[in-house]
């Protein structure tokens, strides 16, 4: 858990522009920011040295790059067991990992493209736990997913349409990219098409994006940083119990709802598994409030995340 850091209100505001949308080229900021090209390139190359802006990331559809098989892993270790975590962050599948309060003290949330993946995850989390003195640990699949990193998605039976080799390979590229200080801003189409294992053209890369966007693989480009950075260091998960039969209502209610970054469905009495971020913790009792506005939430739990761990960038799993 940390507290709010503070920058100019005008940094903030770009941090902001920046996690809705990161595809924005610096003019297009500067115009929105009242500000010029060279003010905008100065603060974006300063976030990035100070950590602040840690990547730039495509968000994605997971149920159409990893036909759904996401878990959230839930493992009771000591803060003395810094190896455990260690462990975890190694692991390519992990897109986050979280140190929280209550009966677990881990939670992560990982994803696979296909079975054989999962069951060598699961002997990799056997080994790992069995380090700890607790060795203990529990499994939540999720079964759909409505809102990933602020992004909502359309949860429907539409058949998900084969991607092909050279799609998997800029997908791999583009997902999360380190910006330097050296080079403070996202890679460009030329440059994709260069990092690509096979390389491709400029006018290939961008023909590729447009394919995955209208087939609903991309939907939108965000960026990795500190929270606290733009006034939300408090980070919750939230378990939601639904009335039964109204399910997917609830979830498209929550997932309407302003702080909440990311909103899975899962096979749990308390079906519905959100990340909510907000200033402080009275800005979440607000919150909580008014979710129990909608009187087809039957009940709630919440754990509030302590640390919240940089990771690295995995990759995305192509066989």
Request: aromatic content about 8%; overall charge positive; some cysteine.
């Amino acid at each position: 858990m940390q507290s709010i850091k503070f920058l100019q209100p005008v940094e903030q505001k770009l941090l902001r522009l920046l996690l809705r949308d990161s595809s924005r080229t610096i003019s297009e900021l500067g115009d929105e920011l009242g500000k010029g090209r060279n003010w905008v390139a100065r603060r974006v190359k300063k976030l990035v040295k100070q950590r602040i802006l840690r990547a730039y990331i495509t968000v994605f559809d997971p149920v159409k790059v990893y036909a759904e098989s996401s878990t959230i892993l839930l493992l009771k270790s000591n803060p003395r067991e810094q190896d455990i975590s260690r462990s975890l962050l190694q692991m390519p599948e992990l897109k986050s990992l979280d140190g929280i309060s209550g009966e677990h003290s881990l939670l992560g949330l990982f994803r696979f493209r296909q079975a054989g993946a999962f069951s060598d995850f699961l002997d990799r989390i056997d080994t790992i736990v069995a380090k700890s003195k607790a060795k203990t640990y529990n499994l939540v699949q999720v079964l759909s997913t409505y809102k990933t990193h602020g992004f909502k998605l359309n949860v429907d039976d539409t058949p998900t349409t084969p991607l092909t080799a050279k799609e998997w390979d800029l997908l791999n590229v583009i997902h999360r990219q380190r910006p330097t200080e050296r080079h403070p801003s996202s890679l460009s189409q030329r440059e994709i098409g260069q990092k690509m294992s096979s390389k491709i053209s400029q006018p290939s890369v961008s023909k590729t994006i447009s394919d995955l966007i209208d087939k609903g693989v991309i939907i939108g480009q965000s960026i990795d940083l500190d929270f606290s950075y733009v006034g939300e260091p408090i980070k919750f998960f939230l378990q939601i119990k639904p009335l039964p039969g109204r399910i997917g209502e609830t979830a498209e209610y929550v997932s309407n709802m302003k702080k909440v970054w990311d909103l899975h469905r899962t096979g749990e009495e308390y079906c519905l598994f959100a990340t909510v971020r907000t200033a402080s913790v009275d800005e979440y009792n607000s919150f909580l409030r008014a979710l129990y506005q909608n009187e087809d939430v039957l009940d709630t739990k919440s754990q509030i995340s302590l640390e919240e761990w940089f990771v690295p960038g995995a990759t995305v799993p192509t066989s």
